[in-house]
């Protein structure tokens, strides 16, 4: 069963606190929503798990691997994939081939019709079959999108953390992102989505996990993080007195969703 | 014929030329255009390599031809300075290696040889010609100099493996500058700007099928030059189709993504770094022996820019593009020495040549980014994309499904 165990993460760029003591375990298959407001560590917790950024203290075990020292590319390997939040997909390379690189750096052959027919069911999956000699750079955004998706179905790692998956994306383009989220899932694979549109989280996820300013404040259903009043007030703004100077701090605040 | 197979057919028929050209061209001006060739073939490896270098990789690296002089400099100094003698001279620095000698000759620097002689010399003298002392091979400074370029090759790669875009460029501009300056300070050693001068190729002359050629000769290194060529474009051909090509493109185009999905960004930054540098320094030691004598201007900074322009010209991402563009640019740039007259006023192309290669340069960078041969070879070789994106797209159309109409389709595109 998959195991991911996030034990008092921090992470300090210079005097910003990012990260305050996060700590929650994923277990099995499941299908956690990360939210927060703007600015609330979301894209630094993602980072630190996927190895692009170190952390200043705290542990990561997945499948009883500890991988917060490693390298990102272990981590891929370790079986933990990710996407970005601004889409980046290899524009000067095809989409077969944009495909080809995680199956390949987990040491696949690209040597006979493996990995291609791999990579051809795939893009089948995603509708995008043909498309499969195109430039990535000749995509749409959604296109864009969906190809980063299916590069992860490639490395086909045990959690897939998604940052931002449904932003900018035509409603016909996130059925085909709801679909693949639902069918990777089955597949027994664990997930993590980070986005600021509700109505997807809630309709997607039986946990939520909310972090505001580096805190992990909310670890639970949907149905009880909604009635959270700590959640509304960090997600929705209150007139409560944060600052002990008797005045509202939302200009303190990063923007919100 | 399928499209495809135009530019395989056409490399067959450029390889093809190249082999039998210095058997049918007889004209009066021949060591001339063989040389050209031999330094077109130079430009091309130090281009193509450059290409994968910067091209595939997206490492834009100004330091390959200081690279290049490393092992230009490597294989000069071996010859320059180690021996192997029969018997010891008893003043130079000298090793005993079953039953000869190596001998290291001290360093006079460009003092006049009949004022200052080195060890070596003197012993000699004192031999009177009794005694036969041989240079290093010219094998050994080859693979000497190429291994030095791979070393330093691996160290530039190590070092700037956190550098990107600007900061890389002016890091290798950097180190391509320290060792010019180093190599044009140190006199003592290197000679400075009055050069080392270094064996030729085939010194004692070469017997091939028979037939003698002297040193002076250009046919063997004609044919060394052409086949170290194809030799680095094979390796280069291998290394595009491999996972190492792969990878390398993925780096250029996102480190961080690449890294994401488990690709090793550190050890493919600094394989190219090897593999390229390796490249330019074994085409700088044969280029050194051929012409028999290397300088620091062989280094310099405009020599880079030469490279640099030749690969963007012809099409910095396709590295047989840049070497065909290589041999190209240097056949018209010696071309263009011509000086002609408009009206009476005598136009001196052995100045304006440049001023017209720079406005080549700044045309193709503004109109034609891809180079203007890359281009060309995607013609051939993708043509059949557009097709096959917009068959589906009208499958996916009402009445996509008609399995006759969506059959002619594929008819027609067959």
Redesign the interface.
Known sequence: MIELAVSRLNKRFGGNHVLKDVSFEVNGAEMIGLIGPNGAGKTTLTNVL???VKPNSGTVYLNGTRIDQL???EV??VGL??T?QIT??????TVL?NL???A???GKS?KGDAVKEQAMEVLEFLTM??????YARALSGGQQKLLELG?LLM?DPDIIILDEPFAGVHPKLMEVIYEYIRRVNERGKAMIIISHQMDSIFALCKRLLVLDYGDLIADDTPENVKNDPVVIEAYLGTTEDRTGTGERDDEMRPSRA | MNKQRVPQLLGVLIVAFFVAFPFVYSAGNYDYIMHICIIGFFYAILASSWSMLAGYAGQFSFGHMAFMGLGAYTTALLCHYFFISPEPTGICTEFAIGGQYLIIKNAVGVTSTTLTQDCLAQAMEKWNGTVAVTRMPVWLGVILGTLVGGIFGLLIGLLVLRLRAAYLALFTLGFSEILRATISAEIQITRGQAGLELPSLFENGITIAGHFFSKTDKIPPYFVMLFLLLGCLAVLYWLSQSRFGLFVRALREDQDAAAALGVNTTRYKVMVFVVTSSMAALAGTVYAHYVTIITPNNLMILQMSLVVAMAVIAGVENFIAAAIGAILIEFILEMLRTSFSIGGVTIDMTLWRLVFFGVVLMLTLRFARNGLLAPLIDYFMRGHVAAETVVRREDDAPGGDDPEASADRQGVQA
């Not at chain 1, 980046?88 to 390379?93: A, G, N, T």
Request: glycine share 6%.
């Open positions: 996927d190895g692009a390298p990102s590319f891929a390997k994939g990710r970005f980046r997909s290899f524009r000067r390379m081939e080809y690189v995680p390949l750096a987990l690209h079959a043909h498309l499969r000699n195109e590069r490395l």
